[in-house]
């Protein structure tokens, strides 16, 4: 694995024991991998925390294959979700650094005519309140296509699939009225990055972000790529809280694409938000419009957004930033700080409203502590 991981390891097994720091102190980030798998009944939990010190941690807990009751593999690879649209902004970003692409230009200077339907035209929508989720855009997600998650796992969808069902729908507000996430809006923002560069998003992010940043361990699945290549815990999707879980793991992410498709690891995460918050993807300007944020409560108390990055308040001050990401089978929530502290825990299926707070908790904890 890479150098930080095995810089410092605190290996488990289907609970871990506390890990202890020096004195006797318990590791709290432990403590929370492993309540997350006893009390939240989530079948594997896994995180990667660089401390104050500068040191990376990483730890597991619970069983990374139901059917085999094989351990996790220390950092393995998940399905990092919504992640992915931080990627993705970081690309638009840049284009926006090289001049070719106008914030607030309208979506239509470059996708004329995609974005068509009741209450809805691309002459209306920038590019800004895409990578916002301010444009009024519906959830392609909520598209009868995709009501059954287990009905497609293997199914390819084409970008344009997706965004008809958005269109089939109407404008939930006039665009830069107000703010709702939307992962229609990356959808778009995907097929802005192809046309002005006239290269496939995934090989984009590629070159302009994973590579340039030396993220061994990502990857942007391609067309018919539906296997995680590294070792890593199987993800579990549930239809409804009572039903048997499915592994999720094996999926076609077409269904997500540039909203949603990187494969990753909580390491790696760690590495990305740490290089973008430190200026090694954006200029500083761009930077700053990025940081620049609204207000973003659905997502939990004190959260805002910029341009495809969220601050979250710490509880021991200042805010995290980052974006945390669910795909069927995975959830992630991380953040970085100003000072280089970072962390990010993943579960290995959607958790109820409850086991979300316990992330959310645990992971301030990682990053207060």
């Known amino acids: 694995m890479v150098a930080a991981v095995a810089a410092g390891v605190v290996a488990a097994g289907a609970l871990a024991p506390s890990a202890a720091f020096a ?23 896994l ?31 998940i399905r990092a979700g919504s992640n992915t649209k931080t990627f993705t902004a970081v690309v638009v970003l840049q284009l926006v650094a090289e001049g070719k692409v106008g914030l607030d230009e309208p979506v239509e200077t470059y996708l004329p005519g995609l974005l068509r339907g009741d209450g809805i035209d691309g002459h209306d929508i920038t590019v800004r ?33 997706l965004l008809d069902g958005a269109l089939a729908q109407k404008s939930h507000f006039p665009a830069g009225t107000d703010w709702e996430y939307s992962n229609t809006n990356y959808i778009v923002a995907g097929l802005l990055v192809q046309k002005v560069t006239g290269r ?31 070792a890593h815990p199987h993800g579990y999707f549930r239809s409804t809280p009572d039903a048997p879980p499915v592994d999720y793991t094996d999926t076609d992410t077409s269904m997500a694409w540039a909203a949603g498709a990187i494969v990753t690891t909580n390491t790696d995460l760690n590495s990305f938000f740490t290089a973008l918050l430190g200026g090694r993807l954006l200029p500083p300007a761009q930077l700053a419009q990025m940081r620049t944020t609204v207000p973003a409560e659905p ?57 979300a707070q316990h992330m959310a908790a645990a992971l301030d904890a990682a990053l207060c502590r």
């Not at 997502?299 to 980052?322: E, F, H, I, K, N």
Request: net charge negative; aromatic share 6%.
């Open 47 to 77: 995180a990667s925390v660089k401390g104050r010190d500068g040191r990376t941690r990483t730890y597991t807990a619970g069983v990374g294959d139901l059917a085999t009751g094989a351990k996790p593999p220390v950092d393995g690879q």
């Open 200 to 230: 496939p998003v995934g090989e984009e992010i590629t070159k302009r972000v994973i590579d340039r940043v030396g993220l061994r361990h990502t990857y942007f699945p391609t067309p018919g790529d539906t296997t995680v290549h590294e």
């Open 23 to 45: 004195g006797g102190r318990p590791d709290g980030v432990q403590q929370s991998l492993n309540a997350l798998v006893k009390d939240d009944g989530l079948p594997a939990a």
């Open 129 to 161: 309140q895409l990578l916002q989720h301010t444009s009024g855009l519906p959830e392609y997600m909520d598209a009868p296509a995709l009501s059954d998650f287990t009905a497609v796992q293997y199914r390819y969808f084409e970008p344009r699939d």
């Open 299 to 355: 997502l939990g108390p004190g959260v805002r957004y910029g341009l495809g990055l969220q601050s979250r308040p710490l509880s021991c001050g200042g805010p995290a930033w980052g974006h945390g990401g669910t795909s069927p089978g995975y959830r992630s929530r991380g953040g970085v700080t100003d000072d280089g502290r970072a962390a990010t825990i993943t579960v290995t299926t959607v958790p109820g409203e409850e086991g």
